[in-house]
């Protein structure tokens, strides 16, 4: 059972315009989200993060949105830039203390 | 300060033989995590560990598959007679406390291929 989704494999952007990536989750529990991007042959790394009691996080050119009520996360990139290009993985916490994680998007930012 | 250190990078296996995947967590993180990343999947939650504990196994394959971190020395994930499905990229994870806000630290992984 997938407790998180990203339902786009893949995701095209012109450089300089907005990337939104989207997420959705099935467990109310959840306590934090958070975004990892990840290259080809690297580990994930640390994006951003959001608490559930927050709607919003932005942190530079990064700014994360949760509507609790979806159930719906989405990650704003603006601009987008070709070092941007990468898969980005949606992960969210449980009280177990372990991440769940969504199975990515590949965003390609166009130069 | 070195990050999260695994070894090896790349492991090739025959069926039926052993893989020992080791992890080396960022200096001060007692807490390491094991996930496995499929072809064209996500990453999955394998099993989550403190020195000399297993916190959650929830993960963990129900046979051939086993993970320790010993009080002394990195994390192993020992799988027994491997199979092709085993072929994956595996990796670990560590935090200094339970995950939080800023999530965990991941090295670079282990990509198992069983041949």
């Known amino acids: 059972d997938q407790q998180v989704k990203q339902n786009s494999p893949s995701l095209s952007v012109q450089e300089g315009r907005i990337s939104i990536l989207n997420c959705d989750y099935t467990?109310?529990?959840?306590?934090?989200f958070l975004w990892y991007k990840k290259y080809p042959a690297e580990g994930p790394t640390f994006l951003i993060s959001?608490?559930?009691?927050?709607d919003k996080n932005e942190d530079g050119r990064f700014t994360v949105f949760l509507n609790k009520s979806a159930k719906h996360l989405s990650l704003h990139i603006v601009p987008s830039q070709p070092g941007d290009s990468a898969v980005y993985f949606c992960?969210?916490?449980?009280?177990?203390?372990?991440?769940?994680f969504g199975t990515g998007t590949s965003l390609t930012v166009i130069p | 300060n070195a990050g999260v250190m695994q070894n090896p990078r790349h492991l090739v296996r025959r069926r039926g033989q052993e893989a020992r995947l080791r992890c080396s967590p960022m200096?001060?993180?007692?807490?390491v995590y094991w996930y496995r990343q499929l072809p064209e999947e996500g990453l999955k939650f394998m099993v989550y560990?403190?020195?000399?504990?297993?916190?959650?196994e929830s993960g963990m394959p129900k046979e051939r598959f086993s993970a320790e971190f010993p009080k002394e020395g990195p994390s192993i994930l020992r799988i027994q007679q491997v199979v092709r499905g085993d072929s994956a990229a595996y990796f670990c994870?560590?935090?200094?406390?339970?995950?939080?806000?800023?999530?965990?630290?991941f090295g670079s992984g282990t990509r198992l291929t069983v041949v």
């Open positions: 992960a969210a916490r449980n009280t177990g203390n372990q991440f769940y």
């Open positions: 467990n109310s529990m959840f306590d934090y």
């Open positions: 959001i608490s559930s009691i927050k």
């Open positions: 560990l403190q020195k000399e504990n297993i916190i959650d």
């Open positions: 200096k001060g993180h007692s807490h």
């Open positions: 994870a560590s935090s200094p406390t339970p995950p939080g806000i800023y999530g965990y630290t």
